[in-house]
């Protein structure tokens, strides 16, 4: 097994057993886990011999394969050309940046301290490639059932790829321009609960981009993100 990361003492005390809960998945063997959340700056200054890069690789075939079959199976009906189109989505950077910040996986990463004091635990990319890496973790672990299980419920909860999905082009736009992700705050505002209005705001670096309003989170957002791409523009 490749070499894992020694904890530090101010790490040590890090409940993984939170994490597992968060994500839904025990893993038999954890020192696994503990090599998927080594970013290599943290292997490399402390002379270990790898980071998670090799579970990344791993991971992101498991994703992909995984993502087609769920695609096969949901939407019998669709071509290859509108199949691969949906895939793209949802197993591009952004996708997988967003699933990271919705685990809180930056928080249980190694890093090194310049990584670390850089802002590496909000960076996209770092998010994207430690939540490949814990695909692969998981597929090492418990094999590829388990893996495709944690994919089906944390990563392709948006299988339709809808065209106007302006959340997922303002995170391309924020990574590219600010290296960082937009912050949604969305609460109901009012009428019955069968039949709620949610208002949103979207928020780069503490700065209101944008503001929206829908009968769902998920418009709500939707809206906020397309007057955040606007105001951008």
């Known amino acids: 097994m490749p070499d894992v990361p020694e904890v530090p003492a101010a790490e040590s005390g890090w409940d993984l057993g939170a994490f597992e809960a968060e994500i839904g998945y025990r893993f038999r063997d954890r020192e696994r886990l503990r090599q998927a959340l080594a970013h290599t700056s943290y292997a490399s200054e402390r002379g270990l011999g ?13 994703l992909s394969a995984a993502a087609a079959q769920q695609l096969f199976e949901s939407f019998p009906g669709e071509d290859e050309g509108e199949l691969s189109r949906k895939k793209s ?3 591009s950077r952004a996708r997988l940046a967003e699933v990271g910040a919705e685990l809180d996986i930056g928080r249980w ?7 670390d004091r850089t802002g590496g635990r909000q960076k996209p990319s770092v998010l994207a490639n430690a939540v490949e890496a814990l695909i692969g973790a998981i597929a090492l672990d418990g094999g590829f059932e388990a893996a495709r299980s944690f994919v089906a419920r944390r990563c392709l909860g948006d299988m339709a790829a809808p065209e106007s999905d302006f959340k997922t082009r ?9 290296h960082a992700l937009p912050v949604y705050e969305t609460s109901p505002s009012g009428g019955p609960e069968h039949d709620r209005t949610f208002e949103s705001e979207v928020r780069m670096r ?7 309003s829908g009968k769902t989170k998920k418009a709500a957002e939707q809206r906020a993100a397309q007057e955040a791409l606007r105001s951008l523009e």
């Not at 790898?50 to 498991?62: A, H, I, K, M, P």
């Not at 303002?170 to 600010?178: A, D, G, M, P």
């Open 109 to 115: 990463l190694y890093l090194g301290t310049g990584e």
């Open 206 to 212: 503490g700065k209101v981009l944008g503001r929206g």
């Open 50 to 62: 790898e980071s998670n890069e090799r579970l990344e690789f791993l991971g992101d075939g498991v």
């Open 170 to 178: 303002l995170q391309e736009v924020s990574q590219n321009r600010f």
């Open 89 to 91: 989505h949802l197993v």
